[in-house]
């Protein structure tokens, strides 16, 4: 069982910068992947990175080149730089994590949500 925490929202002018943290409840040292969602209002909620066990990352074209997805393993917790923001990244980011409960069986495990406005 994990539970995930997200922090770090907030309002900021276009071209600005924030940082979120996904903070786990426990070390996670069986997952999959780890990944950072968003949903603006009467949208679809979207994938925005992802970062896997090995390292490995992706992301949206529409972020690639400004966000920037990593883990802090020592201290439970995901981060997501973001940068150059623009007002059509406004939304709600969630937290994501894959983690393999058995063998066989890969659980999926949400945070809260935190609010990202950003002003034009």
């Known amino acids: 069982q994990v539970q995930l925490v997200e922090s770090g929202g907030g309002l900021v002018q276009a071209g600005g910068s924030l940082r979120l943290s996904c903070a786990a409840s426990?070390?996670?040292?069986?997952?999959?992947?780890m990944g950072w969602y968003r949903q603006a209002p009467g949208k679809q909620r979207e994938l925005v990175a992802t970062i896997r066990s090995g390292g490995s990352t992706n992301y949206a074209d529409s972020v690639k080149g400004r966000f920037t997805i990593s883990r802090d393993n020592a201290k439970n917790t995901m981060y997501l730089q973001m940068s150059s923001l623009k007002p059509e990244d406004t939304a709600v980011y969630y937290c994501n994590a894959k983690v393999w409960s058995t063998v066989t069986r890969l659980d999926d495990y949400w945070g809260q949500g935190t609010q990202v406005t950003v002003s034009s």
């Open positions: 426990r070390s996670i040292f069986n997952f999959n992947a």
